[in-house]
């Protein structure tokens, strides 16, 4: 087995957390690769490879961080169809599947092959015909510094206008990124395993502004409106590139899915009510 570690530096400093991991999991037989600019004391017989070559051939990628390391790790996992095991350093890890004390046991379950897989929804972005990424969470369209002015967008769903909005900006989410960004804006919680995109208004200025749940086969299209400042396309977080006037974006599945270690039957509700109830730094 060829195992991948992906970690985050704030979470874990000099990747001492994850040496330890590679130490294991090279005990169990594996073959490990951790990314070129981690430079860490990794234990022999460890590889350093470039994010072209990082997952060429994986058959597992173990994550040490929280939630947002997950999402920079499956821009990589994904396209290489290599499931990912979430270990939580974080604050949350909502999508981690191990929590820091049982590191050595689940890491020596999954070299043996001892898990399950679950799939995910993606979602893609395409301008002008060019597809500009890929989404675990969410796509949105927001204002941008240094004016931050509220948009006009005018939304389509499979050629049909739903709508045109003022508002700071609208997001596609994800049933993944349903607990995330979208929650915050006041879009739907949506059970993981639906096939599914919630439409968020983000700080809509219009009594009728409302989230909407769409099939997971729609084509979302959000066209910017001719007015004064920024905007620009973000994705998972991250920008993906600035919107013009008059330039629109659409939203659909991804080819493919997202994949992740599980180790038996997620009570997501229960993960849903002990992560959210209050919020610890």
């Given at each position: 087995?060829?195992?991948?570690?992906?970690?985050?530096?704030?979470?874990?400093?000099?990747?001492?957390t994850a040496a330890?991991?590679?130490?294991?999991?090279?005990?169990?037989?594996?073959?490990?690769?951790?990314?070129?600019?981690?430079?860490?004391?990794?234990?022999?017989?460890?590889?350093?490879?470039?994010?072209?070559?990082?997952?060429?051939?994986?058959?597992?990628?173990?994550?040490?961080?929280?939630?947002?390391?997950?999402?920079?790790?499956?821009?990589?996992?994904?396209?290489?169809?290599?499931?990912?095991?979430?270990?939580?350093?974080?604050?949350?890890?909502?999508?981690?599947?191990?929590?820091?004390?049982?590191?050595?046991?689940?890491?020596?379950?999954?070299?043996?092959?001892?898990?399950?897989?679950?799939?995910?929804?993606?979602?893609?972005?395409?301008?002008?015909g060019t597809c500009?990424?890929?989404?675990?969470?969410?796509?949105?369209?927001?204002?941008?510094?240094?004016?931050?002015?509220?948009?006009?967008?005018?939304?389509?769903?499979?050629?049909?206008?739903?709508?045109?909005?003022?508002?700071?900006g609208m997001l596609?989410?994800?049933?993944?990124?349903?607990?995330?960004?979208?929650?915050?804006?006041?879009?739907?919680?949506?059970?993981?395993?639906?096939?599914?995109?919630?439409?968020?208004?983000?700080?809509?200025?219009?009594?009728?502004?409302?989230?909407?749940?769409?099939?997971?086969?729609?084509?979302?299209?959000?066209?910017?409106?001719?007015?004064?400042?920024?905007?620009?396309?973000?994705?998972?977080?991250?920008?993906?590139?600035?919107?013009?006037?008059?330039?629109?974006?659409?939203?659909?599945?991804?080819?493919?899915?997202?994949?992740?270690?599980?180790?038996?039957?997620?009570?997501?509700?229960?993960?849903?009510?002990?992560?959210?109830?209050?919020?610890?730094?």
């Amino acid at each position: 087995m060829i195992a991948v570690i992906f970690a985050n530096p704030h979470n874990d400093p000099g990747f001492l957390t994850a040496a330890a991991a590679a130490a294991v999991l090279s005990e169990e037989g594996c073959a490990v690769r951790v990314p070129q600019e981690q430079a860490a004391s990794w234990p022999e017989g460890v590889v350093c490879a470039e994010d072209k070559a990082l997952c060429v051939g994986a058959d597992l990628m173990v994550v040490l961080g929280g939630d947002g390391t997950i999402l920079r790790a499956a821009q990589l996992a994904v396209p290489a169809g290599v499931p990912m095991l979430g270990i939580n350093m974080g604050r949350k890890g909502f999508l981690a599947e191990v929590e820091r004390g049982e590191l050595d046991t689940r890491l020596r379950q999954a070299a043996r092959g001892e898990y399950a897989v679950e799939k995910r929804f993606l979602l893609r972005a395409e301008m002008d015909g060019t597809c500009v990424g890929f989404a675990l969470n969410d796509f949105y369209l927001l204002s941008r510094a240094p004016s931050h002015r509220m948009l006009t967008l005018a939304v389509e769903v499979d050629g049909a206008s739903a709508g045109t909005y003022a508002a700071d900006g609208m997001l596609v989410a994800t049933p993944t990124g349903s607990t995330g960004y979208s929650l915050s804006a006041g879009g739907p919680v949506i059970a993981p395993e639906m096939e599914c995109m919630a439409l968020t208004p983000i700080c809509a200025h219009m009594l009728r502004a409302r989230p909407m749940v769409l099939a997971g086969t729609a084509r979302v299209t959000m066209r910017l409106g001719d007015q004064r400042g920024e905007a620009a396309l973000f994705c998972d977080g991250s920008e993906v590139c600035p919107l013009n006037p008059g330039q629109s974006v659409s939203i659909t599945r991804f080819e493919k899915d997202a994949r992740f270690v599980r180790f038996g039957r997620r009570d997501f509700y229960g993960i849903l009510k002990e992560k959210f109830s209050e919020w610890t730094l």
